[in-house]
């Protein structure tokens, strides 16, 4: 029989990962209540059981003294089976509660178990946890049996045991992701420097590489773009912009608001503020469908954003007469000239040679020709053109709508 315990005891260490000192204990506290009742042994006086750790042979003793002759009754035998399953239940619990506590903020996986009044009940090999309604990506739909992933959120002890609690809406959620898929964020090369997300719509994940030879975004893009796919795949067809972390404020708030083009950001760094000037075509874009792209751009970065169009800058909304049709002007120069903020040829003509010269790729001869130009087409008649004023919008605002942008996924 003795030996009989320490293989019991052993197979439930092995199958339930319960320390084998935890049982022995268990058995002993069980056994010495089964002891007193046999003995009607008052509560004011002490019973101990011990079992021997190698041979497992039982010695049980009272107020010092040794018992020798001991018959476990029916009823005491029954009250040690009980306390022994209660005990091994508790040790079973906090075992789950300690392995799921160290993995908050981790990635799980699991099969989907049950519905209950809207939440998901994932099955986790020996624990279950919660998926809640308001945790779910929206318009995702599961069916018993299928597999599941989710960022751990929080894990409490209850009555009932462990309560695991996931998400699939969180930011971690894939910051976790791209961690299980991209080896060179898990051996540290890339860094994830921030993320901001809607779930179920659009991410925008910032990164950064430690290594020059490494490209941060081409490695979380993968060949062919196979690891991004994954994980779009894996969010149910979310689209994830990649963007190279600047520790310059104006260069990582130009990536921020990618796939706009940007022509010039005014900072207030005591306020974290900026003033985004774009050109006009490229307003929509900027802002992003309902705000989005402004919004996501502001919470990954930390500042607020206000967009503008040169046209509501300057007061010029519809540009009277555009540099594409000047004699000189290519699409090249054309970009040039716009980026200096120079997109009309009303403003072209109130420019000296000298400030023509300030700009990158315009020479002494180039903007004195530029100059001719410009004023000759000004001294033609011009058709009169109306002019609407078009609103400016910040970060916490939510344009009706705007033309679909383009993603990196």
Known sequence: MNAELLSILETIERDKGIDREVLIQAVESALATAARKSLNVPEELDVTVNIDRKSGRLSVSSQGEAITSLDFSRIAAQTAKQVIIQKIREAEREVVFAEFQGRVGDIVTGTVHRFERGDVIVELGRAEAILPKAERIPREEYQQGDRLQGFVLEVQKTAKGPSIVLSRTHQGFVKGLFALEVPEIAEGIVEMKGV???????????????????????????????RVKNIVRELHGEKIDIIRWHSAMKEFIAAALAPAKIAEIQEIPDAKKALVIVDDDQLSLAIGKRGQNVRLASKLTGWELEIKSRGQITGDVAPRSPLRGLEGVGPT?????????????????????????????????????????????????????????????????????????????
Request: proline fraction near 7%; glycine fraction near 6%; charge should be negative.
């Open 196 to 226: 901001a997300r809607e779930a179920g719509d659009r991410t925008k994940l910032a990164v950064y590489s430690t290594d020059d030879k490494v490209d941060c975004v081409g490695a979380c893009v993968g060949m062919r773009g196979t």
């Open 333 to 409: 120069l054309e970009n040039k000239l716009k980026e200096a903020g120079v997109d009309s040829i009303e403003k072209l003509a109130a420019l000296t040679a000298e400030q023509l010269v300030e700009i990158p790729g315009v020479g002494e001869k180039t903007a004195q020709k530029l100059l001719e130009s410009a004023r000759a087409a000004l001294s033609a008649p011009q058709p009169a053109q109306a002019e609407e004023p078009e609103p400016s919008v910040s970060s916490d605002e939510n344009p009706a709508a705007e033309p679909t942008e383009p993603s990196t996924n």
